[in-house]
């Protein structure tokens, strides 16, 4: 075998080393995202039931001081984790505010399907 085929062997085993170990770390991802949205949804059948409890008994749909708190809180544990506390608190922000839509059709007596509902920071 020449130098360069012999070259050309070992690049294609790295290379097919490197897809292997690819695929491997994608599946894990994959089983994340999975999982992240099995959690998301258990989330929101809590915060479905925050809303109806805060509908029927006239409260606001929004707590921005239970907001305040919860995002510190999450910023506190994203620094922790070593994630990016912005990031920590943009992914909060859009959850609540979801939460406050689908809060606020309750209160209104909108009925339908909630596609999406997030933790209520109340």
């Not at 608190?89 to 839509?101: G, Q, R, T």
């Given at each position: 075998?020449?130098?360069q085929s012999a070259h050309d062997a ?14 491997a770390i994608r599946l894990s991802i ?78 209104t007596g909108a009925t339908g399907v ?9």
């Amino acid at each position: 075998m020449s130098e360069q085929s012999a070259h050309d062997a070992a690049q294609d085993d790295a290379a097919a080393e490197a897809a292997a170990e690819l695929a491997a770390i994608r599946l894990s991802i994959d089983n994340i995202d999975a999982a992240l949205v099995h959690m998301l949804a258990e989330r929101f059948k809590f915060t479905q039931k925050v809303g109806r409890l805060k509908a029927s008994s006239g409260m606001p749909p929004s707590d921005p001081e239970r907001e305040r708190v919860q995002i510190a809180r999450l910023r506190e544990i994203a620094m922790e984790a070593q994630l990016d506390p912005a990031f920590a608190e943009k992914w909060f922000n859009f959850v609540v505010a979801e939460v406050i839509h689908h809060h606020e059709r309750l209160a209104t007596g909108a009925t339908g399907v909630i596609a999406t509902s997030a933790d209520d920071a109340s």
